[in-house]
C-alpha cells in the first residue's frame, strides 16, 4: 500500500522553516519547500502558496529577514534567513513540540478493548 502525502498540520509549518534555515542558513522559498518535502522522504506536500504566507508571518513577526539574491538558476529570489529573535523562538516552538508530540504519544500508546 502506498503511503499518501500527508498536508502539513497546522502550526508546524513555522517550525519547519525556521529549523530549516537554521540548519542550513539562508534559502529562498522554493528551496525551503522542496529541502522540507525531501527530508520528509516525499511523505510531506508543501504548497508554495502556503510556504510564502508562513514566510511573510515569520518575517513580520521579525523572526526572519530577507535579502534578494540570484538563485542556482541564475534568477532573481528573495533569500530568507532566521532572526536572533528567531532563533529564541524556534527554541520555544522545538520545547512546544516535544511536549505536544510527548502527549500524542501517550495518547497514541493507549490500549483498546482486549
Known amino acids: 500500500m502506498k503511503a499518501k502525502k ?5 502550526g508546524t509549518l513555522d517550525l519547519m522553516i525556521l529549523k ?7 534559502q529562498h522559498g522554493f528551496g525551503i ?4 518535502e525531501q527530508i ?18 515569520l518575517q513580520q513577526q ?6 534578494w539574491g540570484t ?3 541564475n534568477r532573481k529570489a ?3 534567513s532566521i532572526t ?15 511536549a505536544i508530540s510527548g502527549v500524542i504519544g501517550r495518547i497514541l500508546r493507549l490500549e483498546g478493548p482486549k
Open 40 to 57: 520528509s522522504e516525499q511523505v510531506l506536500r508543501l504548497n508554495e502558496g502556503t510556504v510564502y504566507t508562513s514566510l511573510l508571518r
Open 78 to 80: 528573495k533569500f530568507y
Open 20 to 26: 530549516t534555515l537554521y540548519a542550513l542558513g539562508p
Open 62 to 67: 521579525g523572526w526572519i529577514d530577507c535579502d
Open 33 to 36: 519547500a522542496r529541502r522540507v
Open 6 to 10: 500527508s498536508e502539513v498540520l497546522q
Open 84 to 98: 536572533k529573535r528567531g532563533i529564541k523562538q524556534l527554541a520555544v516552538e522545538t520545547s512546544n513540540w516535544k
Open 71 to 73: 538563485s542556482e538558476n
